[in-house]
């Protein structure tokens, strides 16, 4: 009975040790390769003030304290209907806050479009139940609060688009594969780097999940926000209970445009994990850009040429399926 009791003890530290390390490295890559502007990637940063928009903070979405977002509007106010572009933070689901991607909100709203920071909650002390899932829940509930406060400014949205990085990539790609047909408005395109899209133990090596089955349902089962067991891994019954928080699932024909770009060293949303989004988005036949980083780690931080091919990109496609009516 000792035997078995400190077995048990031992795989629950082992699972509290893997999903510490996966909480520490992804806060460790919130501020990641966006926030670097060499001079090609200039273009993609703006002087902000009052000739090119206006910021609107902490607009209440919910009744929870992160339930808040940031607006920025164009001082070009006179078109009939305008594009929505949300930009969701990163942080490992544990931390960050839609300030931090201000300079990106900045430059997408010089471009012409109203473009939107939502802060979600995130799963802290004070939260422990916060899962993947439930912050997804609130960005789709979010949506039709950014658009009203557009509406009540004199902005008449009537397309969006969604991204992020990483803990943001993963739920702009959910609200753009599984929410899509509830928005207030069409989602026209999706853009995102590093985000995880599947949740595989196999995949997963850097935290030990392909050894360690009850460590893999112990945080998977977390980020879910539901019971997984370990005898559930490789089942239907697995396949069932990780879908609501795994965007490749949701890929069909119909699925909207996507950029998405994946560092082949990342170790915090382990490579491995990024073949079924890219997988699906082929089979499926899906207008797409996927931008491989073969230098680089979560930080996206060494191949430069590749950035800005990602960025390069992310504009095109916002010229292409965001345009006007």
């Known amino acids: 009975m000792r035997k078995e009791n400190w077995k048990g003890r031992k795989t629950g530290l082992f699972i509290l040790l893997c999903i510490v390390v996966f909480i520490v490295s992804f806060v460790g890559s ?8 060499s001079p090609e990637m200039k273009k993609y940063s703006i002087d902000w003030s009052d000739k090119v928009g206006k910021v609107y903070t902490d607009i209440v979405y919910g009744k929870q304290d992160a339930q808040k977002f940031d607006l920025y509007v164009p001082t070009d106010d006179a078109k009939d209907t305008y594009g929505l572009v949300i930009y969701l933070h990163a942080g490992g689901f544990t931390t960050g806050d839609k300030a931090d991607d201000k300079k990106m909100l900045q430059w997408l709203c ?30 789709k509930a979010s949506i039709p609060f950014v658009v009203e406060k557009a509406k009540k400014l004199g902005y008449n949205v009537d397309r ?6 990483s803990a943001g990539g993963c739920l702009a790609l959910l609200y753009a594969y599984r929410d899509a047909d509830t928005s207030p408005v069409p989602v026209k395109m999706v853009f995102e780097a590093v985000g995880p899209a599947s949740f595989y133990a196999e995949d997963w090596t850097t935290y030990g999940l392909d050894k360690s089955p009850k460590a893999a349902a112990g945080l998977f089962g977390i980020m879910a ?5 370990s005898e559930m891994l490789g089942t239907v019954n697995y396949d069932d209970a990780i879908k609501d928080i795994s965007a490749y699932m949701w890929i069909n024909e119909d699925t909207v445009p996507t950029v998405c770009a994946y560092g082949i060293y990342d170790k915090i949303c382990p490579f491995g994990s990024s073949k079924h989004l890219i997988k699906a988005l082929n089979e499926n036949n899906v207008t797409h850009e996927y931008i491989e980083f073969p230098h680089s780690g979560h930080a996206l931080q060494n191949d430069n040429n590749c950035y800005i091919q990602y960025m390069d990109k992310v504009e095109e496609y916002l010229n292409t399926y965001m345009k006007g009516q």
């Open 30 to 37: 919130a501020i990641f390769k966006v926030t670097y502007k």
């Open 110 to 139: 010089s471009k012409g479009y109203l473009a939107a920071g939502i802060n979600y909650t995130l799963r802290d002390d004070d939260h422990p139940k916060t899962s993947v899932y439930s912050q997804s829940q609130e960005i």
């Open 160 to 165: 969006m688009a969604i991204s992020g990085g």
């Open 225 to 229: 926000g539901k019971e997984i067991t």
